[in-house]
């Protein structure tokens, strides 16, 4: 009956000769309905809680500073002298640090990146994540109800999400999902698809696993559009535990608020400034094209335009709305487009970090301070492009600082390849204490480090990659 009432109120308002004052009443009680329905849908919906989240940590043994990653690319004989340097060049403008970690076959004498060596390095991280998580929470694998694991470029079968349950010998009748090729933004993906089951399936929890394996996607051809892979991706995987049982709620870090997915895909620019191909030589590699700041930046704006009318308080949608009817209404004023302040309605934001540029370009356009973007510069820094579990490794970080106090509000965002991006909010349900087991506590009072202020030479780098 709503709608019904919904559909014939706009159409009725589209096509009848009222006036402007009749037509605008009929716009607000529009909007009153809609506004009623979302309510009442979301009075009714079950609350998802997070219980914790682990970040795996690789052995010290897997560090690596940039010019080893160098000086392994040249000694291993794919790549030209000239392949060589430009890969310095982005390491040097790239904002990873010397104590990233790589994956255990690139550390031997000959390296080969097999299947075998991907499963190693994927059982570890996975593994490893998991094991954590288990013993952080003290749940037990016959009470987890629901599985999502991500990983985007690597695909084994079984599948990943089957490992894991060979592993933990889950239940038969657990609700299982492997989401694959759907790039950095997915583990964020991943939760709106555990958020969502956890409104079907009542009383349970919900384990999503978000990983990457680096082993067999190292690109060993001449297209320098492929290569950036090769220079920013690194080791990394982060569990999640989610849960709707009403009992968690005083135990649970955070609960979850929002959840906005936007997909640009249908757009030919967007859905192929990142894709798998292979090149003139037959070598499979990943293509960054020179589109990609262009289609991050529309898929982006989309998703936080939408996360902003949830968000932000009523004065910032006048300006915003004001604004925007301004410059449709008079497009030769150049009146400027106003940035909503995203800072007062959240405390942390907590963006993929996909590179320097990506951090800069996002600073820019949402008007974030240098402290607030400490986590994500800093998880860049640490552990480089760890793909979609990067955001968990930032979050951990502003855990392990002390800054998570009850009440606070987190934003988590992700894009990737498709062109997809995804936000998350959550709310604070406790101050976070110590945790000896999150990534950072032991070298925590080491952070934040001095970095390259340099904005501009970072942008022109990658885009000279791009084809």
Known sequence: MLAFTLKNLSEYNMHSNFNPEAKFLLTGLLVSLILLAFYTTKRNSRKVYLLDFACYKAPDSQKCTKDFVVKRAKRSGYFSQEKVDFM????????????????????????????????????????????????????????????????????TMPSLSSMIVNRYKLKESIVSYNLVGMGCSAGLMAIGLAEQLLQVYNDTYALVMSTESITENCYIGDDRSKFLINCLFRVGGAAILLS??????????YELLHTVH?????????????????????????TVTKHLFTAASTVVESNVTTLG??????????????????????????????????????????????????????????????????????????????????????LAYAEAKGRVKKGGRVWQIAFGSGFKCSSVVWRAMRTVDYDE????????????????????????????AAK
């Open 88 to 155: 310095r060049k982005v390491l040097e403008k790239s904002g990873l640090g010397d104590s990233t970690y790589l994956a255990e076959v690139y550390l031997k004498q000959v390296a080969n990146p097999c299947m075998k060596e991907s499963r190693r390095e994927i059982e570890m991280s996975v593994f490893g994540s998991i094991d954590m998580l288990l013993a952080k929470t003290g749940v037990r694998c016959e009470e987890i109800g629901i599985l999502v694991v991500n990983c985007c470029i690597y695909n």
């Open 244 to 253: 709707n049982r009403p009992s968690d709620h005083q135990i649970s870090k």
């Open 262 to 286: 936007t997909n640009e895909a249908s757009s030919d620019r967007s859905y192929n400034c990142i894709i798998q191909e292979e090149d003139s030589a037959g070598k499979r590699g990943i």
């Open 309 to 394: 009318m949830r968000i932000l308080p009523v004065s910032e949608k006048l300006k915003y709305l004001a604004n925007t009817i301004a410059r449709k209404l008079r497009p030769t004023a150049n009146i400027r487009r106003y940035k909503p302040n995203y800072a007062g309605s959240i405390e942390h934001f907590l963006p993929h970090v996909g590179g320097k540029p990506v951090l800069d370009e996002l600073q820019r356009n949402l008007g974030f301070s240098n402290a607030v973007m400490e986590s994500s510069r800093m998880t860049l820094y640490r552990f480089g492009n760890t793909s979609s579990s990067s955001i968990w490794y930032e």
């Open 437 to 464: 087991m999150n990534p950072w506590t032991v070298e925590i009072d080491g952070f934040p480090v001095d970095l390259d202020s340099d904005h501009h030479g970072p942008m022109s780098i990658f885009l000279e």
